[in-house]
């Protein structure tokens, strides 16, 4: 089966300063990379996604980029806010069949004003 | 749309009882999941639906049992507790059809095994 591993599982950045989550996986048949965010309590939200048939994508502040032939995938956040402290997942989906989603471990961030 | 709804929010439970955690959506979702959450394993996932009478198990299925009997609920049932499904359960659905694979969580419950 499909395998995400996150790197790091931690990280600590001044107001202002970027952000970048590494992930990578084992799956060349995944199609789909979501980044989901998990405030403090609460359930995990989509923040960003890219498909296999994208190298890049933007969305104002976020942006993630996919290399298939390496099989990495990185979230960058830039201008970090102290609201960007959350918890950040990958994962990684095979859109055929039941759609099963592969999480990440997480990346705990904390964004110090 | 109230989204996917859990209850309860928390709950402790003795070694050996049993309990069954709801969930519920109102987005006509045909994917249904459960996945636990433990510190430094990120989201596991437990069990699966694709629509009403289907289920399927996923990564960590043993010690719960599912049903689907309707599209808007997907209750997850622990048949006898044990302290290592202490953890914080996520239900999550999905449109599941087309390019629509955006997963929609709930709040979680966080459950203790004592």
């Known amino acids: 089966g499909e395998n995400v591993e996150q790197h790091p599982s931690t990280l600590s950045v001044q107001e202002g300063d970027s952000a970048v989550i590494k992930c990578t996986y084992s799956d060349s048949a995944s199609n789909y990379f979501p980044w989901y965010k998990q405030e403090l309590g609460k359930g995990p939200q989509l923040i960003i996604d890219i498909r296999s048939n994208v190298g890049e994508k933007k969305d104002q502040r976020i942006a993630v980029t996919l290399n298939k032939t390496a099989k990495h995938f990185s979230l960058h956040i830039t201008e970090t806010q102290p609201e960007d402290s959350a918890v950040y997942f990958c994962?990684?989906?095979?859109?055929?069949?039941?759609?099963?989603?592969?999480f990440g471990i997480g990346t705990k961030l904390q964004v110090i004003p | 749309n109230a989204g996917v709804t859990q209850t309860p929010k928390f709950q402790v439970l003795k070694t050996g009882q049993s309990m069954t955690l709801q969930c519920a959506q109102d987005m006509n979702h045909e994917y249904m999941s459960w996945y636990r959450q433990d510190p430094g394993m990120g989201l596991r996932l437990i069990h699966y639906?694709?629509?009403?009478?289907?289920?399927d198990q996923g990564e960590v299925p043993n010690g719960y049992n599912v049903s689907r009997s309707t599209t808007e609920d997907f209750p997850l049932r622990l048949l006898s507790a044990a302290p290592s499904q202490t953890s914080v359960y996520f239900c999550?659905?999905?449109?599941?059809?087309?390019?629509?694979?955006?997963?929609?969580f709930g709040p979680g419950t966080r459950l203790t095994v004592t």
């Open positions: 994962a990684a989906l095979n859109s055929g069949g039941y759609q099963k989603v592969t």
């Open positions: 999550a659905s999905s449109l599941g059809s087309g390019n629509a694979y955006e997963q929609y």
């Open positions: 639906s694709v629509g009403a009478g289907i289920t």
